[in-house]
């Protein structure tokens, strides 16, 4: 089976998740969860994305049993809810900066060193009764750049809302030397994983 012959639900607001799932043949319904990132205890970077992609994928399930949503209800062909949460790694973790002096200190912190790249993912294959929740992890190898290119790079804005403050599809890709792993994993959704599974 293909993830085109699911009705796919898809527990984010991201271009780039959404983008993805539409080119591996799936047209996803989508509901961004409504619930707060944060978790209130020490975890290491996999626990935390797998705890969020949980977190995530209950929100909409929660939303869709108050609504008796029809996809609930319906046996018509299968249906698969996929939640997903990603962090970049380096010394210590990384989402999304708050601002530009934040961007500026993630990308400063990253130049000329290795990270690591962790995405959970929540799976809920509805009326089947299985849910798998897993990470993925790829390294990446980041070049050295001035302060002058890097403040170059954040007035583009596309820092702002990529997890450690750049796109691997973006600009910020002719920074990084190489990769070790899933390079869709660094983009925000480790779709060969998902595919497999």
């Known amino acids: ?14 271009p780039r998740r959404i983008q993805m799932l539409q080119e591996a043949g799936a047209e996803p319904r989508i509901i961004k ?12 970077p996999q626990q935390i994305v797998m705890s969020l992609a949980l977190k995530k994928g209950q929100w909409v399930e929660n939303k869709l049993a ?12 299968p249906a698969l809810l996929i939640a997903s949460d990603t962090i970049v ?8 900066p708050e601002d530009q002096e934040d961007a500026f200190k993630m990308l400063s912190e990253l130049k000329n060193r290795t990270h690591s790249v962790f995405s959970g993912v929540y799976l809920n294959f509805i009326h089947s009764g ?11 190898f980041v070049n050295d750049y001035t302060d002058d290119w890097l403040r170059s790079y954040i007035a583009t804005g596309e ?9 691997i599809q973006g600009i910020f890709g002719s920074m990084i030397d190489h ?9 925000g959704l480790p779709l060969e994983k998902i595919l497999q599974l």
């Not at 969860?33 to 290491?44: G, R, Y």
């Not at 299985?130 to 990446?140: C, G, H, L, P, Q």
């Open 1 to 14: 089976m293909n993830l085109k012959d699911y009705r796919v639900i898809l527990a984010s607001g991201s």
């Open 33 to 44: 969860p409504q619930c707060e990132e944060l978790l209130h205890m020490p975890l290491e």
């Open 66 to 77: 108050e609504e008796n949503d029809p996809v609930l209800l319906s046996q018509n062909g």
């Open 89 to 96: 790694y380096c010394d210590r973790v990384m989402g999304k």
């Open 130 to 140: 299985k849910k798998i929740v897993f990470f993925d992890e790829t390294k990446v």
């Open 159 to 167: 820092p702002m809302d990529k997890a450690g403050g750049y796109a």
């Open 179 to 187: 990769f070790e792993g899933d390079y869709d994993n660094v983009v």
